[in-house]
């Protein structure tokens, strides 16, 4: 079946710098990607969708120059959270479909700690 | 404004037991609906997928079932086992939109 790979799936990082999450589509080409975050017992929270080539469409609330998307490709899209303070510890977790008719696949989420 | 409802929040059962999980939408104007289940720690993993066309889709022990008039959809676990304890998320995607609107989950917890 598709998979979707995400890295690192945690990270623990100091107050004020900059993450990087990787997620890529191994076996299909991901025309659409969405981010989302999940707090503890909570049910997703969509951030942003993005499609290859353009730029992220951001969900109303959410600062698109501290949570910075790139799409660069079919298979990839980035999310780097800059500046990250204590309250942007979070699951983040990036999913991805080749078309609105196909499932939608996600990765395994990475647990973001900053201290 | 499309909201998705799964009840129950929890179930317990016993090893062995059929089990219904329940999901109803408020906007029947549905492209198609997706179960999910989640593990602790994890992503999302896609269990069926339904189209609006379609009534119900199959897929070993599972199966589900979509009444998009009423805004129903059922997801049947047969034969439960242990190793199908997690949280059960149910998603509608809107005609005309890229965005899935995910139910709070059903925990399941299966007992041996």
Redesign the interface.
């Known amino acids: 079946g598709a998979v979707v790979s995400q890295h690192p799936s945690w990270v623990i990082c100091k107050s004020g710098t900059s993450v990087k999450i990787e997620c890529r589509s191994l076996d299909f080409q991901a025309t659409t990607m969405f981010w989302y975050r999940q707090f503890p017992k909570q049910s997703l929270m969509l951030m942003a969708t993005s499609n290859e080539g353009s730029k992220a469409t951001y969900e109303q609330g959410v600062e698109k120059d501290k949570f910075l998307i790139n799409h660069a490709s079919l298979t990839l899209s980035t999310l780097t959270v800059t500046s990250a303070h204590p309250e942007d510890s979070s699951f983040y977790i990036c999913s991805a479909w080749d078309s609105r008719d196909s499932p939608l696949h996600f990765g395994n989420g990475t647990r973001l700690t900053v201290t | 404004k499309q909201e998705v409802t799964q009840i129950p929040a929890a179930l317990s059962v016993p090893e062995g037991e059929n089990l219904v999980l329940n999901c109803s939408f408020t906007d029947s104007a549905i492209?198609?609906l997706?179960w999910?289940r989640q593990d602790p720690?994890?992503?999302?993993?896609?269990l069926l997928?339904i189209?609006s066309s379609q009534r119900e889709q199959t897929s070993g022990r599972l199966n589900a079932s979509l009444d998009k008039s009423s805004g129903r959809s059922t997801l049947y676990i047969a034969a439960s086992q242990p190793g199908d304890s997690a949280t059960y998320?149910c998603?509608v995607?809107q005609g005309g939109s890229?965005?899935?609107v995910?139910?709070?989950?059903t925990k399941l917890t299966v007992n041996p």
């Open positions: 492209y198609n997706q999910f720690g994890k992503g999302l993993t896609s997928l189209q998320l998603a995607l890229e965005k899935l995910f139910g709070k989950g």
